[in-house]
């Protein structure tokens, strides 16, 4: 990777995409390709005051939209797509969330429905200060008021799925997808297995702050500068996709009941502990037991995300895909400060 | 509470109960009262060597002994029973984890039932070293070890339930239980609503060390001395076991499938809010969906728990029931350094 | 079986009971007793007009009440208790079904919660017409009218549980309950494991009519006469309740989510098929799949219950313990015609 | 409806589909089009002999071909169209069954995996007599045989999902698809919303016979004639697919857990007897309660599906759709003998 690509794509309004898989792609990538990304927020920017709701502001075909996707060259199936997120930095001065009728996850909602009535809609609007990296959440029925720290993420990094299928945005599954977990940070790489010639990955629904189970359904939605570094290990794709900080290993898996999802994300770090120690499955079933962490990352969308995390520092060193993510942290430090 | 009434309950083997309700209280205590306890394992201290496998080994009618149940005099039902714990000190040099058939996160289960075969059997020992507070967890398939930092909890605190149940000290609900949360260390209280006259307190199943989902069914399990003062608030009982610490206020659901120990946990988490923050549902809802954790308890036990989880440094100072917990952590200081 | 026992038992209000388990024997009677019962409706009684809503008329600690339990001679655990039906008869001219708030099957519910408000309450008083053995159904916001079929069923048959458990009437599980299945009707014969001595069996809650699901939580409950045959089986205490009639053979699985209930009660069903046919596990569920019938129970109580039912009509003759319901049905025969 | 279109389309195996949505319509056919079509098993025509084991024998990616997709012309977005199955006749003198590994009701499956072995692997191949309508099954270990009344059905029937998304002939949802109810069989209409321009109807996955759940996963699967009449409401397209004979009103949700689909289908429902009778939400809720039948569908697919069903003759005469069901079966009559 002597030579680095970089590319930068802001994309129109008519560039934004909405599914994983049938759309074309947006551009080629070289594996090491730096991308200069820009994401529209979640509401497809439809939301922008406490006046906007959601019921009438928003275009329900629209949602979600995604910034891509690209066609990473020598992508195939079973490949590993790494996409480390160099950096996430606000694009507005504001996030919006918003309670939108009988969608969140303490009201019923369309698959699962009762008789009862929706609940109010109201919009937050959250000020971004870029300065103290902080939001402002205010109450609507009193007079609370209180300053949170931003915590830029991405809500969806994915890939096309498998088995000739096309997905709303909304879907979290295991090409990725709206898994809408606050692991997904600047300093992370996301392994995904590539599905379909070419990955077709993109990203977007930036969230400059989001508590875990997202629990309205609406994070602290915002546009987002996002720089991300592309990468591809032949073969070795995983089931469900894989994530890697400095400090932790983290697997996501997404489906319903909620149990489900738990248990495809503990089976594919058991798994993923067999490849770095070469504990059996039994053993790695027991280890996991003293030492998962398991932060929920969605209870809200189509399905449900969860998120098995391990604490590297209790375990012996073994760098994962031959310390991919160490060499991509190193490149992204060569970036030096990045200015959107 | 000017005068304390300090106690000490070692139980026999006679005396261990195995139930929530319906068992005869061993003894009466007032609020304000410290308890000095030590708790049986899970087992019944039937495991003691890689070579006790469960399906042999246990006696499946006595798992999960717990110490008590304590008479708290005049807790009468819809009040809060205040149970802080004090200190946590493994009680023996080494614990036990087992896979047993049929039983734990990643196998079908009887409740769940496939026809599929069982896991192979396996006993782990882990010895527990007190000057570096850590456990030694020792891979059976090939020749991996490590050392785990020890992190002293109980999987077992509850009240006898209401509707005249009587219930297993295996199962977590509303009225406590088999919770299995990491988070039920020292220094944390428990408020638990109180179903009967009496509120019939008991506690046990003390764990080394557990990650979170508890995913094989058992944690590092050992017998624990526990130190923890009980107190009562008139009334105000929570529809579900709330937990306090220095640093973060916690709502714990029970139930399956999972999604509904959460919701359970949220709704539970709202009510909170609202009553430290005058905030209406919605904006708690708001609020919440935004600066909410959610480290997964179990996904083993009868019902599954998930638990809610606040970084009190994110909000103003809002002292819940009052500042009993930092009461409770005065006193808990003034007992001096513990001794077993 | 010559000399047959006949017994009588209208429990006085003092006399009911609320939970499986955890209550006295009322009386104890021999394998092969007729019972000549009288059982109160789900509601204590306390719903006698449209003008009686569930939230002010109930006593919440009082709901669906038992005729129990029965002590039975000899039964002991692991046994089978078979209770025949021999008649189910309206015992009043009326019977009611109510819309409780946070109750039922299209709502959100206590353990499942929702900040949604509650759906309004409303009562429906069906009368029954033994003539035409229908019930009445009124709509409340329009004129629509229509005469139902009766079809007298017991929401409620049980033993007590195991693991010292005492369990509220509510619930069904594996020890019976309310299972709320509209095949409990007269001509069947259930089938439950006994799990403590003497078996400790009660009933409860007519229907006069319920559909599959029991949607809103509550049948047209009515005040029954019950006449039953209880008879002992040493030994083959099945794992989940099972019941026959002239033509089908059924399971019953109780569980959350209902795919667990429904689980429980195929792997029964496939068990009961290897019993009867000698099948090995892979091949009666080959043959189950090919015509298992599924009529859902309810998706209402704490526990929902699905029944796997098998037309015996498509299988060879093959007596279930050892044709123990034709020896039931001739007994029931011979009582002649039944007068309360 | 004068003159009827009549169209014969039998797929060459280039022709076959696999997906609702994505694929171009091999014809554009009017409303009140008589289809004469002719549709592969769900294996793609794999499996011919016991020692055809799905493992090995199967194409994982062409897996439940589907005849179509058939434009319908003026089909617009929330229209409903309406398949008439006026014949569904075996197409080989076999169908075959197999217990696929991974895959099932009772078994671990992928989204939900367990660290347990597969079942093994067995492949049932059922003769079909036409003369008798029946199909044999035979033990594998053991000498028990049996023959079955035939009952073709269709398990999957759908048209292109909304969204911009394409689901693999797998998934059942909301656009109907894999729904695999033993309901789908001829004299049923099928009612679907329109989801895009055209409808882009399709159906497959002929069942010689299957009983409710599907519980391994496979039928008897078979090639299948399949005689339908197509037709088109303007407007008022359903939620969820609806189902009608000349006695039973049905409506089938599809999701997870499976109580989620009840919900869905038991709501669809509640709307239509709003829509026939006039019934306000909670009234119809009662009646529903009083009268709902509940036949699983299936519990092994990628979303379970759950049938509500009513029987006409409980209630007053009330032609849903301006009486098309009736019109249709007119219609189908008119055909005389069918013969392929």
Redesign the interface.
């Given at each position: 990777m002597v030579v680095m690509d970089q590319v930068t794509f802001i994309p129109t309004v008519d560039q934004l995409t909405?599914?994983f898989?049938?759309a074309a792609a947006v551009m080629r990538v070289r594996p090491g390709t730096v991308l200069s990304l820009w994401t529209e927020d979640a509401y497809g920017g439809r939301i922008t005051s406490r006046d906007d709701v959601a019921s009438t502001a928003l275009n329900t075909?629209d949602l979600n939209p995604q910034t891509g996707p690209f066609w990473i060259e020598g992508a195939e199936p079973g490949d590993t797509l790494a996409v480390h997120l160099v950096d996430l930095t606000p694009a507005r001065t504001w996030g919006a969330?918003t309670?939108i009728p009988f969608f969140?996850?303490?009201?019923?909602i369309?698959?699962?429905?009762?008789?009862?009535?929706?609940?109010?809609e109201?919009t937050?609007v959250y000020d971004y200060d870029a300065g103290t990296h902080t939001?402002g959440?205010d109450?609507?029925?009193?007079d609370?008021s209180?300053r949170?720290?931003a915590n830029p993420m991405l809500g969806t990094v994915g890939v096309a799925p498998g088995?000739?299928?096309?997905?709303?945005s909304?879907v979290p599954s295991d090409f990725g997808g709206n898994m809408d977990t606050p692991e997904m940070t600047a300093g992370a790489t996301c392994y995904l297995r590539v599905n379909v010639e070419g990955a077709l990955f993109s990203l977007g629904d930036g969230h400059y702050?989001?508590?875990?189970?997202?629990?309205?359904?609406?994070?602290?939605e915002g546009a987002m500068h996002v720089t991300a570094i592309v990468d591809l290990v032949k073969g070795r794709g995983p089931?469900w996709p894989r994530l890697e900080t400095d400090t932790h290993l983290m697997c996501i898996g997404s489906?319903?009941?909620?149990?489900?999802a738990?248990?495809?994300s503990?089976?594919e770090m058991?798994g993923w502990l067999g490849e770095l120690?070469?504990?059996?499955?039994?053993?790695a079933?027991?280890?996991?037991?003293?030492?998962?962490?398991?932060?929920?990352a969605n209870?809200v969308d189509t399905n449900?995300s969860?998120v098995?995390k391990i604490d590297k520092r209790?375990?012996?060193p073994a760098p994962a895909y031959d310390g991919l993510h160490a060499e991509l942290r190193r490149t992204a430090s060569s970036l030096g400060s990045i200015d959107y």
């Open positions: 909405y599914t898989g049938g075909e969330s309670l969140g996850g303490l009201t019923s369309p698959v699962s429905p009762t008789l009862q009535d929706p609940l109010p109201r937050y939001v959440f109450a609507q029925a009193s609370f209180v949170l720290p088995r000739r299928e096309v997905r709303t909304l702050r989001q508590g875990e189970g997202e629990s309205c359904g609406t994070a602290v089931a489906g319903r009941p909620l149990e489900e738990w248990r495809a503990q089976v058991i120690y070469g504990l059996d499955r039994l053993d079933y027991q280890l996991l037991t003293q030492i998962s962490q398991v932060p929920i209870v449900y969860a098995t209790l375990l012996p």
